[in-house]
Each structure stands twice: as C-alpha cells, then as structure tokens.
C-alpha cells in the first residue's frame, strides 16, 4: 500500500489549502482514512480521521478540537483518495501533513499505512 499526499504550500493567516492522499497498489479494502501533523518538537497528532460507510453504519468524521469548524475531511473510497479542506489557517497549523490508512491488501492483513508528508507553512 503507497500512499501520496499533495497540497500542501505556504500560505498566509486566514488563507485556506486543500491536501490529497491517494492510496495505491493491490488494496482489498480501505478502512479508516486520516490525516496527522506533526510540528517542530511536537509529537505527531492526530487531526482529523473519517471511517468507511462500506464498513457497516455512517461515515462519520472526528476532528481534534483545534481544528473544529475550520477543517473538513471527506474521502472518495472508489478513487482511493481522502481530502483535507483547511480554512482560516492559523500560523499554528504550521506542520508537516501526513496521510493514514487502515488497509487490507489484497492476500495480506489489515495493518496501518502512512504517507510521506506534505509541508504546509502558515505565515502571520
């Protein structure tokens, strides 16, 4: 399972930008999709993560409260992709983005894939 993450740029406070992920390889299945950051001396964080309606219930989205109301993640499981839309940027959102997924490849067992980084650097 590769993941590739694209978007990411600098922008100023206030600016939005949109990250993509886009899973190939043989994939059985995609569970949950995510994104992480992680800044200068900080450990990696958890920022938003959306689950897979095929799986059984809703899809359903879950965001760390730093970014309620001003990040939207969605996923389209047919292209294998997961989407960050990031409004009203904040110099604090200053990180290095990260895509993770929950997979299944095709003959394998389900196991936790991660992306390579995309920067996004907010100026004030």
């Known amino acids: 399972v590769r993941l590739v993450e694209s978007g990411g740029g600098l922008v100023q406070a206030g600016g939005s930008l949109r990250l993509s992920c886009t899973a190939s390889?043989?994939?059985?299945?995609?569970?949950?999709m995510g994104w992480y950051r992680q800044s200068p001396g900080n450990q990696r964080e958890p920022v938003a993560r959306?689950?897979?309606?095929?799986?059984?219930?809703?899809?359903?989205?879950t965001y760390v409260d730093s970014v309620k109301g001003r990040f939207t993640i969605s996923r389209d499981s047919a292209k294998k992709e997961v989407y960050l839309e990031m409004n009203s940027l904040k110099p604090e959102d200053t990180a290095v983005y990260y895509c993770?997924?929950?997979?299944?490849?095709?003959?394998?067992?389900?196991?936790?894939?991660w992306g390579q980084g995309t920067q996004v650097t907010v100026s004030s």
């Open positions: 390889g043989n994939i059985a299945m995609i569970d949950i």
């Open positions: 993770k997924v929950y997979a299944m490849p095709s003959g394998g067992g389900w196991g936790d894939y």
């Open positions: 959306i689950t897979n309606i095929a799986r059984g219930g809703n899809e359903i989205m």
